[in-house]
């Protein structure tokens, strides 16, 4: 599936470091394992792939080295669709996170190795945003790509300044990760100023409250947390038009994945998807974000919107990698059945 002309208009553009994950194989812990899987990554490369794969228009930028590694991880984004004709490279390093596998008692561990990457020694003006973001709607980027250096957060500025001047409608995922943040510089000093013009926001209780000092009563449901989130977050982010949460519990051996989603000054709820195993749940947050900035673009219901994008953030758990490998036929399936262990012929 490649896209039939990467110069032409795109929905939606979106910026970050384009990682490549070597995952603990056969389950065992990194003190185990002779050997790794090799996927490629990055959150906003994963809500590409997922959004591609739908029929919409991506566009992708990031800085990667000029080299096999990263030119294997190119050409696997153009083959679902992802057109990558303003990535820049320099640099000699691609940045790498490692997995190791959890369980139903143990969960899955993260190490990441960025520092000093192609991306995170991007520095402002290496990026000619006017012509980046030319003839696009939507601009999405995430926390992470504010994360591992001054630099690549100057660089976040830069973008959401021409995306504001441009009119883009900005989707912004808040995707904090406490182990990238070594700069010197707190989260709570460098992503507020980054978020304001957001139109789109896809967050947690957690980032929310590390952000901009938001709480919420622990003792409420879900349901109550995410309507006094989202009223709160509104007077911080004034443009802010749609919020968007997943989440998940264990009941015993099973994962209950839900969303919430706060549109236009109404709230909307998924209906829990049962997920009796999970194969991998990395990536599960970036096809949720895909599915609902599909069902956006796409005009569904808010009702729709948020049904949607819980089932893409569930298809996704059962995919070894980052990406969403899914069709939109499957994903209106799961809608209508839930987990199938059923043979399609």
């Known amino acids: 599936m490649m896209m039939s002309s990467v110069n032409g208009p795109v929905q939606l553009t979106a ?40 029929g919409v228009t991506t566009r992708y930028i990031t800085r990667v080295p000029d080299n096999d590694l990263a030119l294997s991880g190119i050409q696997q984004l153009q083959g679902h669709g992802v057109a990558t004709n303003h990535i820049l490279y320099g640099g000699e390093k691609l940045g790498l996170y490692f997995s190791e596998p959890g369980n139903h008692i143990r969960g899955t561990r993260v190490i990441y190795d960025r520092a000093g990457s192609s991306y995170a020694e991007l520095q402002p003006g290496m990026i000619d945003w006017k012509k980046a973001l030319h003839g696009t709607q939507y601009f999405h980027w995430s926390g992470v790509a504010a994360a591992v250096s001054q630099s690549a957060a100057d660089v976040c500025g830069e973008a959401l300044a021409v995306a504001k001047q441009n009119g883009l409608i900005i989707s912004a995922d808040f995707n904090y990760r406490s182990t990238l943040w070594k700069y010197g510089k707190k989260a709570a000093s460098i992503m507020p100023a980054l978020l304001q013009h957001s139109d789109i926001v896809v967050a ?31 007077k911080q982010i004034p443009g802010l038009k749609t919020l968007a949460m997943s989440f998940r519990k264990t009941e015993g051996p099973v994962h209950i994945y839900t969303g919430a989603l706060m549109h236009h000054g109404k709230y909307y709820f998924s209906a829990g998807c049962q997920l009796p195993f999970i194969t991998d749940q990395i990536g599960s947050g970036d096809a949720f974000t895909g599915g609902m900035l599909y069902g956006i673009m796409n005009a569904y219901e808010p009702q729709s919107i948020i049904e949607f994008a819980t089932a893409c953030g569930a298809l996704k758990q059962s995919i070894h990698g980052d990406w969403a490998i899914i069709t939109k036929s499957e994903v209106e399936q799961f809608m209508q059945t839930g987990s199938s262990g059923r043979i399609i012929r």
């Not at 389950?27 to 959150?43: I, N």
């Open 15 to 54: 910026f970050g470091e384009f990682l490549m994950r070597l995952h603990s194989a056969g389950s065992q812990r990194f003190l185990q394992t002779q050997e790794y899987k090799v996927w490629y990554a990055g959150a906003e490369a994963n809500t590409c792939v997922l959004l591609s794969r739908l």
């Open 204 to 234: 947690d209780l957690d980032s929310v409250a590390l952000y901009y000092g938001i709480t919420t009563d622990t003792d409420a449901p879900l349901e109550t947390r995410f309507k006094q989130c989202a009223e709160k977050l509104q």
